[in-house]
Each structure stands twice: as C-alpha cells, then as structure tokens.
C-alpha cells in the first residue's frame, strides 16, 4: 500500500500557483519526499526532493511542515504544459539497502485551464 | 545526456505467448528499476538492481516474470506465458547510486489480447 494520500484531482488556472498537498502521516526518520509527473503516454519525471528543510528547484518548491506528516508541491506559475499526474512518494534514500524502492499511490491528476 | 532507453515502444502479443522489453538506463547508472503501470494506477516496482545484482524482487510473479542485467548495463524482462492480466504499460528506470533520484523511460505498451 501507499503510504501516502493525495487528493484525486485539482484544478488550477493558468498563470497561477498551484499548490499540491500530500500526508505522509506514517513517514520514517530516514526517508525522503520524492515528486514525480507523468504527462499522458509519458514516463514519470522526476520534480524534487526533500528530507526536513524546504526546497526549490527550477521546476518547483517543496514545502515539509515541521513534523514531516505532510508536504506540499509548489509550481509557481501554472502553464497548459503542467496539466498531468503528480505523484508524492516517500522512500529511503541514501546507501540503505531498502534505498530506492518507491511504492507510487494513484497521485493527484492536476489540470491547469486557460 | 541519453534518456533511459526502451524497445519495443508498443506491442500487442496473444494470451500464452511470450514477450521480451529491452532497457538501456542512463550511462553511469548503477541502479536499474522495472515498473508495471496498469491503466489509471500509479508504477508498481516489480524488480530493482544495483550493478548486476538483484536487490528486490518481493513484488515480481516469478512464476512468469523473469528480468536480468548480466553485465550491469542494459536490461530485459521477460513474460512468459502472458495473460490478458498483464496488459500494462513496463517502464524502465535508473538512478545513479541506490537511493538516488529515478529517472524514466518511454515505456512498453503491451496489449494481451
């Protein structure tokens, strides 16, 4: 089972941030957030990561509260071309040997409208 | 810098037949990874590789499912005998070192019909 729970779908007007919630309740001290998207017919695509402190990238900002139960996907200025899947995965990093294996949920299906 | 690479991109094959997916990862990538996507779910890891050893493997149906990397490069997995259960699309990806970021392939369309 995933251990994490994204909502199904959102919505998000072109041009404005969109803002993706993920809970990871259950979530260990040594693994990671991971976001990936998968645009129709397409592979996933790796976005960020991160352990405890917020990131950004040229792609997006993560956000992990305090407690680490939960984290949030930032895209900054929504385009027509990040209408797809998005998926919150937590796992081991590092040189674990568990390292890597990545358990995908159904992930939040974003639509970004004109 | 290549992509992961997958061969075929589609195939449609009959129930019982057997079928083979080619992967070349990211060059450098000692980390290999094989994911079945059934339609409207999320990847599900059927088996992981760092070099030519296989690291997990919990979620692979060996009874039909087979997947090698001799020589710690490129990869194959194998279906044999398919069933119509099987349809799905095979993604293939690689990362650098264990627990590095993943990065994916195109993937196989299969059809079993």
């Known amino acids: 089972d995933a251990k994490t729970t994204q909502p199904t779908s959102m919505d998000c007007a072109e041009g404005r941030a969109a803002n993706l919630p993920c809970n990871h309740s259950?979530?260990?001290?040594?693994?990671?957030v991971y976001w990936y998207r998968q645009i129709h017919s397409q592979g996933p695509q790796y976005i960020i990561h991160?352990?405890?402190n917020n990131e950004t990238n040229e792609m997006a900002s993560l956000i992990i509260t305090e407690d680490r139960k939960s984290s949030t996907l930032i895209l900054p200025h929504a385009t027509l071309r990040d209408t797809a899947v998005y998926y919150c995965?937590?796992?081991?990093?590092?040189?674990?040997?568990?390292?890597?294996?990545?358990?995908f949920g159904d992930g939040t299906t974003l639509t970004v409208k004109p | 810098e290549a992509g992961v690479a997958q061969s075929p991109r589609y195939k449609i094959i009959e129930k019982r037949q057997s079928v083979a997916f080619w992967c070349n990862p990211i060059?450098?990538?000692?980390?290999l990874y094989w994911y079945q996507q059934i339609l409207g779910q999320g990847p599900k890891l059927l088996i992981q590789?760092?070099?030519?050893?296989?690291?997990?493997d919990s979620q692979l149906p060996k009874d039909r499912f087979s997947a090698e990397r001799l020589k710690g490069v490129d990869s194959t997995l194998k279906i044999q005998p398919a069933k119509l259960e099987d349809s799905a699309v095979y993604l293939c990806?690689?990362?650098?070192?264990?627990?590095?970021?993943?990065?994916f392939g195109p993937g196989t369309r299969l059809t079993v019909t």
């Open positions: 990806a690689s990362s650098l070192t264990l627990g590095g970021e993943q990065y």
């Open positions: 259950t979530i260990s001290g040594n693994e990671y």
């Open positions: 991160g352990l405890k």
């Open positions: 995965i937590v796992r081991v990093g590092g040189s674990y040997t568990n390292a890597g294996k990545s358990t």
């Open positions: 060059s450098g990538h000692a980390t």
């Open positions: 590789f760092q070099n030519n050893g296989v690291v997990d």
